[in-house]
């Protein structure tokens, strides 16, 4: 990467713009900047393309424009997108939302359906993160593919390996449980999508009312063995036959 060495002022903010890769602006950030910057001033300039994108520092700008402060910035030559996520996290680290977002924003397709299901994710219920979206779009928390190729979500090697429909089939059984505030806990998903894969019988309604008919019994679990554990003992209540949930 070079630059010039100009650092540029200016209090037209009209003349910047976010890239697509850009992370979704921390509100909260933004304030934690502010207050440093109405007591310290900007210190470090914000880093620009040729024709006024942001590559580096849209917090400390959007943080300058609700001061009405002029904002500093250096123009810098066109970076590639893995130079772009090194200046952010050299200064915040990205999440695993703001990582996904980014590579679906190159183009990559599983990152792409991972985002709109997300979205659908959220519609039911905002408090479903990027990372447990991710789990019930795939059917596990593997992380392996098909091919028994490592994935990583965060590092642009996820895959959506399953039909779209047959995920959001999974994600509104899930949502039966929404009434108990553990059911997205790690524990919870994990052991839900275990059953849903390995059991042929697993009838997540009838273990819902099962729950409902006695909800003294169901309970959190801290790990997914003791979330099945906790299941088996609410299915066979008063049952003269068993059920096991492997």
């Known amino acids: 990467m070079s630059s010039t060495d100009t650092i540029t002022i200016t209090s037209d903010y009209g003349?910047?713009?976010?890239?697509?890769?850009?992370?979704?602006?921390?509100?909260a950030h933004?304030?934690?900047?502010?207050?440093?910057?109405?007591?310290?001033?900007?210190?470090?300039?914000?880093?620009v393309t040729p024709d006024g994108y942001i590559i580096d520092g849209q917090h400390?700008?959007?943080?300058?424009?609700?001061?009405?402060?002029?904002?500093k910035y250096i123009v810098c030559d066109a970076l590639r997108m893995s130079e772009v996520v090194e200046l952010n996290n050299a200064s915040k680290p990205w999440t695993v939302a703001d990582k996904v977002h980014s590579y679906a924003a190159q183009g990559d397709e599983?990152?792409?359906?991972?985002?709109?299901?997300?979205?659908d994710c959220m519609d039911m219920d905002k408090r479903i993160s990027m990372r447990i979206a991710a789990m019930i779009a795939q059917g596990s928390a593997s992380n392996a593919s098909t091919t028994k190729r490592k994935m990583n979500l965060s590092?642009?090697?996820?895959?959506?390996?399953?039909?779209?429909?047959?995920?959001?089939?999974?994600?509104?059984?899930?949502?039966?449980?929404?009434r108990w505030d553990f059911y997205l806990r790690m524990s919870f998903v994990t052991a839900f999508l275990r059953c849903v894969r390995t059991m042929d019988d697993f009838n997540p309604?009838?273990?819902?009312?099962?729950?409902?008919?006695?909800?003294?019994?169901?309970?959190?679990?801290?790990t997914a063995e003791e979330m099945l554990r906790v299941w088996e003992n609410v299915y066979n209540y008063r049952r003269k036959t068993h059920k096991r949930f492997f």
């Open 15 to 27: 003349q910047f713009e976010f890239t697509e890769y850009n992370r979704s602006v921390d509100a």
């Open 30 to 47: 933004v304030r934690k900047l502010k207050k440093l910057i109405d007591r310290q001033g900007l210190m470090q300039p914000i880093s």
């Open 60 to 71: 400390r700008f959007h943080a300058c424009r609700e001061l009405g402060i002029p904002v």
């Open 110 to 119: 599983h990152y792409i359906k991972l985002v709109k299901f997300h979205k």
């Open 155 to 178: 590092r642009g090697t996820w895959e959506f390996r399953e039909d779209y429909d047959v995920a959001l089939k999974r994600l509104y059984s899930l949502g039966q449980f929404k």
């Open 205 to 222: 309604s009838e273990l819902l009312k099962r729950a409902e008919s006695n909800p003294q019994l169901f309970l959190y679990g801290a």
